[in-house]
């Protein structure tokens, strides 16, 4: 079955601090992935996303992930969190279509707080 | 461009009431979907269309119903509201990737 781990369901760094977000992945094809961030009662904001090639992917704000098909993992990583990191990180993955997705499987969520 | 809209933003029902939720796009997209968030559990897909006139089935469909009669709008509706139902609601559309309206929060008392 298609599922999205993400093992740490809190995360407390210090602003200045390195972070990196874990998601791992269970998807039989070649995946498509994702990393959201969700700000106290926003919606959803994409920071990256793998479809192909490159396995490092930058996005906004920073962030950058490294899609390692032999863990099955995708993690977010950020060299100097900065306050305004504080929120919630989803990690995704597409499924469903052939050639393509059709719906995102979502894993639950880590909450990250920062500390001044 | 407003991209994705929801309405209402809050909303609070008896259990057994009716609502339609709301969501439109202007971004031409042809694939749209319904997801709700809960706490501890990501969001999941309830319902989504991947153009006008067809509609299927995500992972937690029981309990709404959907359907998509122009490109523009995909309204989930709820027949008889039932406390499980408290939640926030995602409308999403997608061209290659998945763009999130800003949600709405149903509470069911």
């Known amino acids: 079955a298609q599922s999205v781990t993400q093992p740490d369901i809190h995360i407390t760094v210090s602003e200045g601090a390195s972070l990196e977000l874990r998601c791992n992945y269970s998807y039989g094809a070649t995946p498509y992935l994702f990393w959201y961030v969700q700000s106290p009662g926003q919606g959803l904001q994409l920071l990256l996303k793998?479809?192909?090639?490159?396995?490092l992917v930058q996005g906004i704000k920073g962030f950058e992930a490294e899609f390692k098909r032999s863990q099955s993992s995708f993690n977010l990583r950020k060299p100097s969190v900065h306050w305004s990191d504080a929120a919630e990180y989803f990690c995704?993955?597409?499924?469903?279509?052939?050639?393509?997705?059709?719906?995102?499987?979502f894993g639950a969520g880590t909450r990250l707080a920062v500390h001044p | 461009n407003a991209g994705v809209t929801q309405t209402p933003k809050f909303q609070v029902l008896k259990t057994g009431q009716s609502m339609t939720l709301q969501c439109a796009q202007d971004m031409n997209h042809e694939y749209m979907s319904w997801y709700r968030q809960d706490p501890g559990m990501g969001l999941r897909l309830i319902h989504y269309?991947?153009?006008?006139?067809?509609?299927d089935q995500g992972e937690v469909p029981n309990g709404y119903n959907v359907s998509r009669s122009t490109t523009e709008d995909f309204p989930l509706r709820l027949l008889s509201a039932a406390p499980s139902q408290t939640s926030v609601y995602f409308c999403?559309?997608?061209?290659?990737?998945?763009?999130f309206g800003p949600g709405t929060r149903l509470t069911v008392l």
């Open positions: 269309s991947v153009g006008a006139g067809i509609t």
């Open positions: 999403a559309t997608q061209k290659y990737e998945q763009f």
């Open positions: 793998y479809f192909s090639g490159d396995t």
């Open positions: 995704a993955v597409g499924a469903g279509s052939s050639g393509g997705y059709n719906k995102l499987i």
